[in-house]
Nanobody
Framework: VQLQASGGGLVQPGGSLRLSCTVS????????IGWFRQAPGKEREWVLG????????DYANSSKGRFTGSRDNAGNTVYLQLNNLKPEDTATYYC?????????????????WGQGTLVTVSS
């Protein structure tokens, strides 16, 4: 199983980015995706979760109204759309997967992780 995250970069406050995560090795099973982020010196923080069908997402309070998760099941790619970015959103963003249909908040429940992609919000 492999997850490959991409799409990070430097963006000004108020700007947008779309992160992608390509999943391989899980195409034959149901799995959910969690997006997490970790800022320097801080613990890994849940951003949002995407159900196995891709039809709904569960959002952390800091993400509601600004971040959107989606999923392209045909291509096994998941997305994290980041809008109205703030300097406090600066972090390395990770995608993670776990088999099943339950979206978990705690990172310990996820078995497979991508390498992370850095998002820097700065003027």
């Amino acid at each position: 199983v492999q997850l490959q995250a991409s799409g990070g970069g430097l963006v000004q406050p108020g700007g947008s980015l779309r992160l992608s995560c390509t999943v391989s090795g899980l195409s034959s099973v149901h799995y959910v995706i969690g997006w997490f982020r970790q800022a320097p010196g801080k613990e890994r923080e849940w951003v949002l979760g995407i159900s196995s069908s891709g039809g709904s997402s569960d959002y952390a309070n800091s993400s509601k109204g600004r971040f959107t998760g989606s999923r392209d099941n045909a291509g096994n790619t998941v997305y994290l759309q980041l809008n109205n970015l703030k300097p406090e959103d600066t972090a390395t963003y990770y995608c993670a997967a776990t088999k099943g249909t339950t979206v978990f908040v705690h990172p310990n429940w996820y078995d497979y992780w991508g390498q992370g992609t850095l998002v820097t919000v700065s003027s």
